[in-house]
């Protein structure tokens, strides 16, 4: 069964720390891996890797891809309470091999101030 | 573009009556997916569209529930008869996939759905 884990499910962090989010997972015919961050609304898009090793960049966040191990990380620097949401990790592929994502349970980050 | 457009933004029924809920993907997506999202169960995938199409219907929770998308720009998702369990936060999603990749996928400011 395809499926896809992150860690931590909560983190509390103090304004300026660093975090790191994690996002292991097992899906056949990997296509992608997206991370979203959700407020009180909608999921909105962060990053889409597909290839291991590359970084992706925004500002303080960054992500990046190991395809050998079947993870991603998501760093975020010098947080702000503005990073406070909860950050979802979704893969594209499975064995329907369409445009259907793969969501984890989240992860729920509080910056406090 | 305007984005994904749902409607209604909030619904408060009581239970047994019916629900529909809408959704506008944006132009020249031709993938949509309706989701539910509670905090116990997370962000679940119920069914989803490809070129109008059902593909994947396998996470609606039973009978109750039905989607059905007539045309490239209109989708419903219709619950009859609502009950408690069902209230959630509804989320159309569309996308477009090229080639063998999956693209991300554009969420709609979700129908928050209260079953009293």
């Known amino acids: 069964e395809d499926k896809v884990v992150q860690s931590p499910l909560s983190l509390v962090v103090h304004e300026g720390d660093t975090v790191t989010l994690n996002c292991s997972y097992e899906v056949t015919n990997f296509r992608s891996l997206l991370w979203y961050k959700q407020e009180k609304k909608a999921p909105t898009f962060l990053f889409m890797l597909?290839?291991?090793?590359i970084e992706k960049k925004s500002g303080r966040l960054s992500s990046i891809l190991d395809k050998k191990e079947l993870f991603s990380i998501l760093n975020i620097t010098a947080t702000q309470t503005g990073d406070s949401a909860v950050y979802l990790c979704a893969v594209g592929g499975g064995s329907s091999n369409t445009g259907k994502l793969i969501f984890g349970q989240g992860t729920t980050l509080q910056v406090k101030p | 573009d305007a984005g994904v457009i749902q409607s209604p933004r909030h619904e408060v029924t009581e239970m047994g009556q019916e629900v529909t809920l809408r959704c506008k993907p944006i132009s020249g997506h031709d993938y949509l997916f309706w989701y539910r999202q509670t905090m116990m169960r997370g962000l679940e995938l119920l069914i989803y569209?490809?070129?109008?199409?059902?593909?994947?219907d396998s996470g609606m929770p039973e009978d109750r529930f039905s989607a059905k998308m007539p045309n490239a720009s209109f989708s419903t998702l219709k619950i009859q008869p609502s009950e408690p369990r069902d209230s959630a936060v509804y989320f159309c999603?569309?996308?477009?996939?090229?080639?063998?990749?999956?693209?991300?996928?554009?969420f709609g400011p979700g129908t928050r759905l209260t079953v009293t």
């Open positions: 569209f490809n070129n109008n199409v059902p593909i994947d």
């Open positions: 999603a569309s996308s477009t996939m090229t080639g063998i990749m999956a693209y991300e996928q554009y």
């Open positions: 597909t290839s291991s090793g």
